[in-house]
């Protein structure tokens, strides 16, 4: 009997390709930069990492790379058969009971070896917590981050821009909670990547670009 038919082989899922993986690091170091001389900016007093002006500069300069990396990601996907994966579902009442399902999974489930809600594929790999959560990081609030930044970058050149917004107190408070968002994110999305098969799984396939053996 030949060997393919005592074991089976299973293929290889090509899940994140490599300029989603290129996007994805960057964008993560990216954002440590920019949490964490957004506290210096803003705790000046509590914190004493480095100067008030360096935590500045690095903030805008890092900021303005995270908007380029943005767009790499954005036309990537633009261009790619695999924006399927942020295509919005088009059915929100079995959508709405699949986010139940896969909630009751990661609370539940998940340590009691239950088997996953959600079948991962190339064009669909992300289940419906994933999804919500990443059409909203992705397409609201890392642009509305983006832009409140620029804003406040050179007050005096988007002054008519700001002032449509409701002021500079307005623009400020959006980017805050837009940072406060992004730091809940950032610690939920870290324990989430633990929750694979294994709890290095989702962060080899990050850095592989292939699903790690679910069965
Ligand atoms: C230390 C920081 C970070 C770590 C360790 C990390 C880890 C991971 C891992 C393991 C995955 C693959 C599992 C999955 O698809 O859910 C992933 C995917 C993803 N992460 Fe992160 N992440 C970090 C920061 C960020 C930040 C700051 C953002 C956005 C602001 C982000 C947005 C995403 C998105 C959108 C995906 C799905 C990418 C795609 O396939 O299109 N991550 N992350």
Redesign the pocket.
Known sequence: MNQEHIQPRHERVYL?PLP?RIW?WL??LG??VLIVTGFQIRYVDLMGLMSFETAVQLHNWVGLAVVANWFLWFIYYLFSERAT?YHPDLNPKSFFQRYFLQAVYYGWGYFHGAERPHKVRPSD?FNPL?KLT?QF??FIS?PLTFLTGLMMWDVQRFQGLIDLAGGLRVVNTVHVVMFIL?VM??LV??Y??FLGKKPSS??K??VTGYEEPHE
């Open positions: 994140h989603v994805h964008n993560a954002f440590l994966n790999k994933q990443y990081i992705m890392a992004f994110f950032v999305h870290v989430m990547g989702h962060y396939e990050m």
